[in-house]
């Protein structure tokens, strides 16, 4: 059973300090099935491969079994495929072998440990009860391009057709902790089966390793129902738990938030201007289908539907009680049919490809990326700019540099749930660095009263193809 992992940064040889496993030698865990072995095949500064191979001893997975049980299952448990494919076996050996990894931590490299790099998993044989089209979907929506070729049942009889096993390839630019995670909650997924016992602390591993992007997945609900075996009772309470408003879906606090930054910006009615702001460079562009990601209570909406330019517009919010509340901000249910046929909610990620924002004439993205984690820019980068990829994209964000206006000491984010907040400077970098690499071009306007010191309280790029 065999998991590579490839990079190309520069210099790719990091890996081994990302990995915790020097490329210099071969490093071997035991473990009770058997033991795990990383080594690299290549080291080079412009590639690094690490593979884990992982040596299951069928043997020694019955040795220790009691209990009844017919002559054909005793035969099942000696001849069978675990240990020739990548399954809850392999989750186990990644554990094991890459924790520290897992965790996203490295003391010889911390920064690189935080930042996105190309990276690209290769298993020669996954079980896949499924099919590829279940391959796609469970790691698409993560931002990797995939290839899930089927494995043919016996290359000597092509009739016999294809078996239930891929060869699986996932490429994408992502943190090395995040890839990890994905592989040890999937790879059981994909195949539907555990080999050991499932009880209530398989709920506290799924909660750790899919935390952060397993609340807004497509396809959470498969995902937690197959890897916890289906158990009905563990699988609702699962559910509920990754759910909480106190985990990755802000619902709870949404309208906290929203009262928070609006105590701070209420004096200069900054809210009022940067949806004028946004209004306005969309009218301008001329587009009639706007996507408002990460629409929140709907307040862009409601500016946008005013307008009869726009005959379009979907909101896109990770959090449903967002949507409940931008339903009623829109007074939805006693729309005109007219005004009803012209927006749409749908509760989605900007963090996971998604079909549904793809043909839009514009996106605006307001006071959002500041709530991402810096970990997940990257991937919204290729969700937004380089799939759905509409002509105009409209960005606001806070400038860090202004809150001292505000009466906020200096180096206080202006309200709590912000992961970062940009100098003009570093929002120029970034705004500049995704245009140049997906193909826009990008100019930036101020938005609210602009200091001479401290420049606008909330910077706008423009985004345009």
Sequence with gaps: MLLTLTTTHRPATDLGYLLHKNPARVQSVELSFGAAHVFYPEAEPG????????????VGLVRDRTGPAGNDLLLARYVNDRPYVASSFMSVALARAFGTAMGGRSKERPE?????????AELPVVPC????????????????????????????????????????????T???ADLLAHLYVLLPVLDDDKHYWVGADEIDKLQRRGGEWLAAHPERDLV???????????????LARITDE????????????????????ERISLAEQRLGSVVAVLRAAGAHRILDLGCGSGKLLAALLRDGQFTE???????????????????????????????????????????RLAGWDAAAVVEVVEHLDPGRLATFEQVLFGAARPPTVVVTTPNVEYNPRFGLPAGTLRHRDHRFEWTRAEFRAWAEAVAAGHGYAVRFLPVGPEDPE???PTQMGVFQR
């Design 454 to 456: 401290a420049g606008p």
């Design 224 to 238: 937690v129902r197959r890897y916890l075996v289906h158990d009905r009772r563990l699988t609702r309470e699962a």
């Design 174 to 176: 992502v943190r090395l």
């Design 246 to 265: 106190d985990q990755a879906d802000p619902d709870r606090v949404e309208a906290q938030h929203d009262r928070a930054e609006e105590e701070v910006e």
């Design 112 to 120: 690189l440990a935080a930042t996105p790099i190309p990276l690209r």
């Design 129 to 172: 009860r499924g099919g590829e089209g279940l391959v796609r979907r469970l790691f698409e929506p993560l931002g990797y391009a995939v290839s899930a070729k089927p494995l043919p049942l016996d290359p000597r009889f092509p009739a016999w057709g294809a078996s239930s096993y891929v060869r699986l390839t996932c490429q994408a």
């Design 47 to 58: 590639r690094c491969t690490a593979a884990l191979l992982l040596d299951v001893d069928p």
């Design 313 to 355: 517009v979907l909101g896109v919010d990770v959090s449903f009680r967002a949507l409940e509340a931008a339903a009623r901000r829109l007074h939805l249910d006693r729309m005109a049919p007219a005004q009803r046929a012209r927006v749409r909610l749908e509760q989605g990620s900007l963090t996971y490809q998604d079909e």
